[in-house]
């Protein structure tokens, strides 16, 4: 009896042994699919992106069942430019607690705060249109998301424009606002708006084919309400006053 015990117990080692040698080969050679789907997402959600990389890292957190999921990863952009420019609105507002005494300081400091409250209010609307639409309702306003995302970078620019580089204390407050939060806020802002530009092709490539139509550039009023409408018309001409 003993002997016929120890034989299972060595046939169910052997076993175990042969199952988790299988599941490393397949991950070793690329071969799970879970990870093939997700390459291949990324691949294709990436492809315009001018940095390949930064899209990459980008996305990296869409996995499993979102993996084949195009709004996942729209969603996932914009969610990492919201939270860059969240980094930069703390960082505005914690400098300007450290070296607001100068006037001209104080002044850049306090526009950077308020361009990144319009900020992260044009990235609420992306935000909105992405959570509460369907892909194919997504891809109609992809202009609507453009104009909103190409906000947020003239946003950035406003802010660093703030500054008085013949002043060297503001200019080293702009280099340090800019290294730890605001050119991050740049680039992946730009990852989301490559990924958005080239949508239609995106969708194409995930056998998304829908009737192709220009996409609007008026707000659809059944995803983005009134009030909406006027924050970001509001925030677009405090942008150029700043400018």
Request: charged share 25%; aromatic share 4%; proline share 1%.
């Amino acid at each position: 009896m003993n002997g016929k015990v120890i034989i299972s117990a060595v046939s169910l080692i052997l076993v175990v042994g042969v199952a988790i040698g299988v599941v490393c080969a397949v991950h070793k050679n690329g071969e799970d699919p879970e990870v093939k789907t997700q390459q291949r997402s990324l691949q294709v959600m990436c492809q315009n992106a001018d940095d390949q990389k930064l899209c990459h890292e980008t996305l990296s957190s869409v996995r499993g069942a979102d993996a084949a999921d195009p709004k996942a990863y729209i969603a996932a952009a914009v969610k990492a430019a919201t939270d860059n420019v969240i980094k930069a609105f703390n960082m505005s507002d914690r400098l300007t607690t450290e070296y607001g005494k100068e006037d001209g300081t104080k002044m850049a400091l306090n526009d950077c705060k308020d361009l990144m409250q319009f900020a992260l209010d044009s990235l609420d609307l992306s935000t909105k249109c992405v959570h509460d639409s369907n892909i194919q309702a997504v891809h109609d306003q992809t202009a609507d998301m453009r104009n909103w995302l190409s906000a947020v970078i003239s946003y950035r620019q406003a802010c660093m424009e703030g500054f008085d580089d013949e002043n060297d204390g503001e200019k080293k407050i702009k280099e340090q606002l800019d290294v730890q939060s605001l050119d991050s806020v740049q680039k992946v802002t730009a990852v989301a708006l490559d990924i958005v530009t080239g949508l239609s092709d995106i969708l194409q490539q995930f056998n998304l084919k829908f009737d192709i139509k220009p996409a609007s550039r008026r707000l659809l009023n059944s995803d983005v309400t009134v009030d909406d409408q006027d924050t970001l018309h509001g925030s677009l001409l405090l942008i150029a006053a700043f400018g």
